[in-house]
């Protein structure tokens, strides 16, 4: 059975930082590019990044660029998100989604941002 | 960008009956390859996004024959051939073959009436 966990979210502050942590098992992990997938409350979905099997390409919806950084660790079979310069808009639920077609979700990790 | 729109974005539909969701793309979604990358999703109250339907027309794992996905180009159909309880939620389409970045539609509410 393949499980997704996020971790790492919370209440920040605007322009504070969080990362967030998505452990991955019963998944080839390393044979697969990882995506983040936010919903802002009571919104739709909004794909925020992507990165390749082995972290050779990142992608970002520009909203994020130069804030938001995905990376992983292949040995942990683990999804990383540093987001930094954070703001009130970046307030959602944030997904860990396998591969870019979406195949299997985590329960997702709650961000607020707000003073 | 590719813009996915939806229709429509409230559906009330009985128990037992059918329904349909539209999903149109701003350009067409077959990829250089000749392959579409179109998918379907399901959000129940209170749950995860899971995928219904991948590459048009291709039923995920577990899901119920009931739910069937159709089109090419840039119109695309999903299809409940009868409307259980368990259907309500909101249903979005997806794009990647003209990625990144990924795009959703804005999302169909699936009500019992």
């Known amino acids: 059975e393949v499980q997704l966990v996020e971790s790492g979210g919370g209440l920040v502050q605007p322009g504070g930082s969080l990362r967030l942590s998505c452990a991955v098992s019963g998944y080839t992990f390393n044979n697969n590019a990882m995506t983040w997938v936010r919903q802002a409350p009571g919104k739709g979905l909004e794909w925020v990044a992507t990165?390749?099997?082995?972290?050779?390409?990142?992608f970002y919806v520009g909203s994020v660029k130069e804030r938001f950084f995905i990376s992983r660790d292949n040995s942990k079979s683990t999804l990383f998100l540093q987001m930094n310069t954070l703001r009130a808009e970046d307030t959602a639920i944030y997904y860990c989604?396998?591969?870019?077609?979406?195949?299997?979700w985590g329960q997702g990790t709650l961000v607020t941002v707000s003073s | 960008d590719v813009v996915m729109t939806q229709s429509p974005l409230s559906l009330p539909v009985p128990l037992g009956q059918p329904a349909s969701i539209s999903c149109r793309s701003s350009?067409?979604?077959?990829?250089?390859?000749?392959?579409?990358?179109f998918h379907w999703f399901q959000q129940r109250p209170g749950h995860s996004p899971r995928r219904l339907i991948y590459r048009v027309s291709n039923r995920d794992s577990g899901v119920p024959d009931r739910f069937s996905g159709s089109g090419s180009g840039t119109d695309f159909t999903l299809k409940i051939s009868r409307v259980e309880a368990e259907d309500v939620g909101v249903y979005y389409c997806m794009q990647c073959t003209h990625w990144p970045p990924i795009t959703f539609g804005q999302g169909t509410r699936l009500e019992i009436k």
């Open positions: 990165i390749l099997r082995d972290g050779s390409g990142k």
């Open positions: 350009q067409s979604l077959v990829g250089s390859d000749g392959n579409t990358c």
């Open positions: 989604v396998t591969g870019h077609w979406l195949d299997y």
